[in-house]
């Protein structure tokens, strides 16, 4: 099981990102996966995860109305759509896994991280 985050970089408060995770080696259909972000000094906090098959998502407060997770189930993929970012959104940013119908908000139960990819928010 391997996973891979890509679609990082620098922008500027207020502009937009679309974060992609690409997997390999296994189907994301009958799983959870979930974004994770770090900023430095500061533990890994849950930002949203998606149910593969059926579409349900959660998202953290700080993120509500200006993130949106999907799934590309044809490519194997799930993206973030992250809009109107901030400078608190400054973080190195992962994908995970979980079984399907996991808690979004158990980090425990998530693995195969793969390496992760940052974003800047920064004027």
């Known amino acids: 099981v391997q996973l891979q985050a890509s679609g990082g970089g620098l922008v500027q408060p207020g502009g937009s990102l679309r974060l992609s995770c690409a997997a390999s080696?296994?189907?994301?259909?009958?799983?959870?996966i979930g974004w994770f972000r770090q900023a430095p000094g500061k533990e890994r906090e849950g930002v949203s995860c998606?149910?593969?098959?059926?579409?349900?998502?959660y998202y953290v407060d700080s993120v509500k109305g200006r993130f949106t997770i999907s799934r590309d189930n044809d490519k194997n993929m799930v993206h973030l759509q992250m809009s109107s970012l901030e400078p608190d959104d400054t973080a190195v940013y992962y994908c995970?896994?979980?079984?399907?119908?996991?808690?979004?908000?158990?980090?425990?139960?998530?693995?195969?991280w793969g390496q992760g990819t940052q974003v800047t928010v920064s004027s």
């Open positions: 080696r296994f189907t994301l259909d009958y799983s959870t």
């Open positions: 995970a896994v979980a079984p399907y119908g996991s808690d979004c908000r158990v980090k425990s139960l998530f693995g195969s």
């Open positions: 998606i149910s593969v098959h059926d579409g349900t998502t």
